[in-house]
């Protein structure tokens, strides 16, 4: 897959990405330094959030909620574990999911990314599409959700 990534002042980084709609390929764990080359970070936050959406289109619940951060924000003010609780039913109650993602942009400073797409999500007889932007941290080596907000 070709991608175009432009340098930006203050070592921020932009790069709009294209899916394809099938599965996402495993990825090996990363080191624990961020890499040097920052079109390297940019590939590791891209396949970061093709893993989050490979695990919820699976219904794999462990694997999705290990893509968040320990000090990750839930939204409307829930606590960690009624929000893990509430991801687990609704993701363990559907039938079929299936998370697109179109239009990535990756914005790198350091340690922190962000990553903003069109999410098209497919669940039994539900299909909505909206604009997602997610939050990231390099903790221990590997590319985790702080934060997620929906819309905009």
């Known amino acids: 897959m070709n991608r175009f990534l432009s340098c930006l002042l ?15 390929t495993t990825v090996a ?9 920052p079109a390297a ?12 959406a490979a695990a919820w289109s ?4 462990a694997r999705y909620l290990a893509a968040y951060a320990s000090d990750f924000t839930p939204p409307r003010g829930q606590d960690r574990k009624a929000w893990e609780t509430d991801r687990r039913t609704r993701i363990e109650e559907k039938a079929a999911i299936s998370v697109e993602i179109d239009s990535l942009v990756i914005s790198l400073k350091g340690q922190a990314a962000t990553a903003s797409f069109q999410q098209t999500y497919s669940a039994d007889k539900l299909r909505e599409k909206s604009r997602k932007t997610l939050e990231l941290q390099r903790v221990e080596g590997r590319w985790l959700i702080r934060k997620e907000s929906a819309g905009g």
């Open 41 to 52: 970070g940019i590939r590791e936050v891209e396949a970061a959030v093709r893993a989050w």
């Open 29 to 37: 764990p990363a080191a624990a330094a961020a890499p040097a080359d």
């Open 58 to 61: 699976a219904r794999d619940v």
């Open 10 to 24: 203050g070592s921020v980084l932009l790069a709009p990405a294209a899916f394809a709609a099938g599965p996402a």
